[in-house]
């Protein structure tokens, strides 16, 4: 019997729905599982409108919806967030996840309504269930948000409904409804909160490393939306255009991020940097070896390259090749999470700003090196990569990045969780670098046993999950600040239930793995 893989995937998230609701039992876990419902009837109606061309704009092929993996993340998140913060006492963090859950489930809800208004005949099951989980989870936002966090709640909501038709209007085949939720959602929430911090700067505190995020997010998105309307009237690849976006770019940065930022951190942002990596000598070996790691990179992207052009057969690199930047990134954010994570998050944020700067440049040809780019990683586009962006390599960035940029350090004592919630910021080496690499260069090598229904093997499951156990294990050698006090088993559940889901997922690993096996750790 052909079993569909969207049903496994829908079961191992209930899976986790259902552990974070026993965990915590509070009115936004039960409305958890309401959303979850609809959810799960909205995302049928989702993949019929993909199948039959009925969408409004154009969505990544080759994959499902992912309504719902993608509508549970910030809800869940925000709930275990919440958690964490009441049981330190941080009653301004506490309010804060009760914000970020209650706009996961409206922006949910919100995707859930396009679907059901576009599709012919109107589905009246589904528009019950639909309206029944909305009135719970309303019903809960009147009873535990004050005027203003609903307020703050609509704002965001406001500008997820404008940025998503920019760009799924201008980025077409880029992403799934799933992966435009959780990466559109994610972004408009930075945006308002920018704007709101920028409002209140008397009000503005805590670490001066948390503000570059939110800036460079905010400064990216307003090059790529303003080129990508001006080239659409006028020829990007010519030297006047080209000189036209760098000195466009050297303005925004230099003269709007630059100030923004000087705002929130008190002093010039260059002058901070500059005091901060060289504030001592580890700093500067772990800087010094990053750039030899950038240069192992650099150096395998031009190998490859030349062995195609050689007379090669192969037009495309191979899984295992592609795994080989995975096994460099390992190698890059192991030592930071150990020895220096503050590094690390600057680090790690400079080059997010890097590499979507890059992408500007190969997407819209801008010399001198728009068209070296695109030729040199033509070579490693797999089956995801089919609009006009080539986001791989960001997605993995992200997805090793995510949990380092989430931790709560304002709720945890001296920067550490007990238990399980000691290996949160590992999260992403342990689904991504650890657990997707082997389960890719496993299965397609020495896999047999396929699971029901897709491509990926028993074999490379097991050898991930008993690699992630490998790793946790030299985590705890390595790193003093661990300590796991007897929650073995609920890492090895948590890993499995992870392992699972990267072997029935068809949405982008690299980005929701992370966030689910944060979400169970952090429990």
């Known amino acids: 019997m052909q079993i569909n893989p969207a049903l496994v995937e829908s079961a191992v998230v209930l899976a986790v729905v259902l552990c974070v609701h026993m965990a915590i039992w509070n009115q936004h876990s039960w409305c958890s599982i309401a959303l979850f419902i609809q959810a799960f009837y909205v995302q049928h109606k989702w993949d019929r409108l993909l199948r039959s061309g009925g969408a409004v704009f154009q969505f990544r092929p080759a994959a499902n919806s992912g309504i719902v993996p993608a509508s549970m993340v910030m809800p869940l998140l925000g709930l275990v967030l919440k958690e964490k913060c009441s049981a330190s006492g941080n009653v301004y963090f506490e309010r804060f996840s009760m914000v970020v859950t209650i706009t996961g489930m409206m922006l949910a809800l919100f995707l859930s309504l396009i679907a059901l208004g576009i599709t012919r005949p109107v589905p009246t099951n589904t528009c019950v269930i639909a309206g029944m989980a909305g009135s719970a989870i309303l019903y809960t936002t009147k009873q535990t948000l004050t005027v203003s966090e609903v307020i703050e709640v609509l704002e965001v909501l406001l500008i997820f409904v404008y940025l998503s038709l920019i760009v799924l209007y201008l980025l077409p085949r880029c992403f799934t409804p799933g992966e ?252 991504v670098g650890v657990g997707d690499t082997v389960a890719s260069v496993f299965g397609s090598t020495m896999g047999e046993i396929r699971w029901p229904g897709t491509k990926k093997t028993m074999e490379g499951t097991a050898t991930s999950v008993f690699a992630q156990i490998i790793a946790v294990a030299m985590f705890l050698i390595f790193d003093g600040s661990i300590n796991l006090n007897s929650t073995y088993s609920w890492i090895v559940g948590s890993i499995t239930l992870v392992a699972m889901l990267e072997a029935y997922t068809s949405q982008i690993d690299n980005l929701l793995l992370p966030l689910y096996l944060f979400i169970l750790l952090l429990l």
């Open 180 to 431: 435009a939720l959780i990466i559109v959602g994610g972004i408009s929430f930075i945006v308002n909160q920018l704007i709101k911090r920028s409002l209140n700067l008397a009000e503005v505190k805590g670490d001066p490393v948390n503000y570059f995020l939110p800036v460079i997010v905010v400064g990216s998105l307003l090059l790529g939306v303003f080129f990508a309307l001006l080239f659409c009237f006028m020829e990007s690849e010519t030297w006047v255009s080209s000189l036209f976006f760098h000195m466009m770019t050297a303005v925004l940065a230099l003269g709007i991020l630059m100030p923004w930022l000087s705002l929130f951190i008190g002093r010039h942002p260059i002058m901070w940097l500059l005091d901060f990596v060289t504030l001592n000598d580890r700093r500067l070996c772990l800087l010094g070896y990053w750039v030899f790691l950038v240069v192992v990179a650099t150096c395998v992207v031009l190998h490859q390259n030349y062995q195609r052009q050689s007379g090669s057969k192969k037009h495309q690199a191979s899984t295992i090749v592609r795994k080989y930047f995975h096994l460099i990134v390992v190698a890059t954010y192991v030592p930071g999470l150990i020895y220096d994570r503050q590094l690390l998050h600057v680090a790690s944020v400079g080059c997010l700003a890097v590499f979507l700067f890059l992408e500007y440049v190969r997407y819209f040809r801008i010399r001198p090196v728009g068209q070296l780019l695109r030729q040199l990683l033509t070579l490693f586009l797999d089956e995801r990569d089919c609009g006009p962006l080539i986001l791989t390599h960001i997605y993995l960035l992200l997805g090793m990045s995510l949990p380092i940029w989430l931790f709560p350090g304002p709720c945890a004592p001296k920067g550490i969780l007990p238990g399980a919630g000691g290996l949160v910021p590992y999260a992403g080496v342990l689904a």
